[in-house]
């Protein structure tokens, strides 16, 4: 974790702070995440498996989305997915027939030429005050990178969030032959929608089933909406 400074004589409660956190891709040659593939076993109800970071939403997340660089087969319809994987989290959507009663609201707030502060070598590049969702070239294996500002108080400030538009491909309504590395931008967005409520990784192999875990596999669409253990993380993390 960054410390990012303050201006001079600013309160120690008004410090900011700043993590990034990754969704990667579980490439078909990729050992490293062989644990990706879609369940056997589905346990998303059964696992109540969670890791937390220390910061959370409270109240009203207002975020912008910048679609300079959208891959045109998703053009039309990315910001519908994107808006819904809020919705889930900020909700508390799931898998297991809790209430989604949460009374977080991620709400999208139009949109903007700003851009993520979110550079090319996942480096966190600023705080601005505005909470960005966009698109741009990210590292080998990486899918998309929040970055999360949340002051001394572990309140999130601002998120900034980059989806790969170079190395992989997406889809927001699965193909009826999906094959390849196509992956889906609901999925991949509901992990990090987490990040920024304060939920990190939990075991690729272990927890399978959960949002949470660090690789999405191709085609995969089955971690849309939150598991058990996604859930009570948010719970945990102070989400009411």
């Known amino acids: 974790m960054a410390g990012v400074p303050g201006s001079e004589g600013t309160a120690p409660e008004e410090e900011l702070h700043v993590v990034g956190e990754a969704i990667y891709a579980a490439d078909v040659d ?23 970071k220390t910061w959370k939403v409270a109240g009203t997340l ?69 909470s960005v969702t966009g698109w741009g070239s990210l590292p080998p294996k990486v899918l998309a ?19 790969d538009n170079v190395a992989y491909t997406w889809f927001t ?15 991949t967005m509901t992990h990090e929608r987490l990040h920024t409520a304060g939920l990190a990784h939990v075991d690729q192999t272990r927890n399978a089933a959960q949002t ?3 690789a999405s596999a191709p085609c995969d669409t089955s971690r849309r909406l939150l598991g058990a253990g996604d859930y009570a993380g948010l719970k945990a993390a102070g989400t009411q």
């Open 62 to 130: 207002n975020w912008l989305y910048n679609g300079d660089g959208v891959p045109p087969a998703v053009a039309s319809t990315a910001l519908g997915a994107i808006t819904a994987s809020g919705d889930t989290v900020a909700k508390g959507a799931n898998r297991c027939g809790l209430p989604a009663s949460f009374t977080t609201v991620y709400k999208y707030a139009g949109t903007t030429t700003a851009k993520p502060q979110v550079a090319s070598d996942l480096t966190c590049t600023g705080n601005d005050n505005k």
């Open 30 to 52: 990729d050992a490293q995440y062989a644990g990706a593939t879609v369940p056997r076993d589905d346990t998303s109800c059964s696992d109540s498996s969670y890791a937390l």
């Open 212 to 214: 949470m875990t660090p």
């Open 145 to 163: 990178y929040t970055c999360t500002y949340f002051n001394s108080k572990g309140v999130v400030i601002a998120t900034d969030l980059l989806i």
């Open 173 to 187: 309504t699965k193909p009826a032959t999906c094959s390849g590395q196509l992956y889906d931008l609901e999925t």
